[in-house]
């Protein structure tokens, strides 16, 4: 039993005095991103005999294997760690070491909802830390969210403020987002702001059933019905300066009115009768 013991004891002593750290390692690709696979590539002396070779990750899975001059070694990485190779021969132990470092972006400041008047600017705001940032906006019509490009109402698609240009009607209810990005690898995303949509009037009778105007937006035609329609009604449209733009009488239940030459832009209508006055607004697009 004590020769035993003996002979173990000499074998670890030899494998630990013959330790380098001399093993070159390269890793593909060279700066990965978090959720990522990578490889190590690890080249061992060709005039030792290798046996064993391990690679061992901080916190990881010892993987052990028979030796060729080259080892590679795949794996997936979500945060920096250290590899360590050893190559196990007869007479040594060689090892190589290598720290892959996956940087970090954090959302410190998140963007905000905006309700903007339609014909201004609509800008959103985001902020990240981190090393080397980039942004990349998004956004989403209900489809799913899509990268923003500095191409027609968009600016600063790829900065921390992205500008909306010139917001219209179909800008209502739009979700924006942004994503931070560290060496070229999305890391973090900020949560969605909406974008909404308003004249800056308050509509009057919104919900009045006995009169109604569609399409609204309109482009071409504008269309009249009323359910209860009665004697001696006007109707009166005015820009939104104020400024008189129709009138005529009602008849009927149905009315149309050709708007096609009209100027884009926010008309408020008003329908005079002996019972009742109804007012709103529209958008000629």
């Known amino acids: 039993m004590k020769r035993k013991v003996l002979i173990i004891v000499i074998v670890l002593f030899t494998l630990v005095k013959n330790t380098t750290g001399t093993i070159p390692i390269t890793v593909n690709p060279s700066q990965p991103c978090k959720h990522t696979s990578i490889s190590l590539h690890a080249t061992m002396n060709g005039s030792n005999h290798y046996t064993q070779w391990i690679w061992h990750p901080t916190g990881g899975t010892t993987t052990t294997d028979t030796a060729s001059w080259i080892s590679t070694y795949n794996t997936y990485i979500d945060s ?15 090892t190589g070491y290598i720290t892959v470092t996956i940087d970090s972006a954090t959302i410190t400041m998140q963007p905000t909802n905006q309700n903007i008047i339609i ?119 005015t820009d939104i300066l104020g400024n008189k733009v129709y009138k005529e009488a009602l008849t009927g239940i149905d009315n149309t009115l050709p708007i096609s030459t009209w100027s884009a832009g926010i008309y408020f209508y008003e329908v005079k009768s002996e019972k009742e006055s109804v007012r709103g607004k529209f958008i000629k697009q």
């Open 80 to 94: 920096t760690t250290t590899y360590t190779f050893i190559a196990i021969s007869n007479t040594s132990t060689d």
């Open 119 to 237: 014909g201004q600017n609509a800008q959103f705001f985001a902020s990240a830390s981190g090393p080397n940032l980039t942004y990349q906006w998004q956004t989403n019509f209900g489809v799913g969210y899509q990268d923003v490009s500095n191409a027609g109402q968009y600016s600063g698609a790829y900065n921390d403020t992205l500008t909306v240009s010139n917001i219209t009607l179909s800008n209502n209810n739009q979700y924006f987002r942004c994503i931070a990005i560290t060496n070229g690898c999305p890391y973090d995303t900020s949560i969605s702001a909406l974008l909404t949509t308003t004249t800056g009037v308050d509509e009057i009778n919104p919900n009045n059933n006995s009169f109604e105007i569609y399409p609204n937006p309109a482009s071409t035609v504008l269309n009249i019905h009323q359910h209860n329609p009665s004697n001696n009604q006007q109707l009166i449209i």
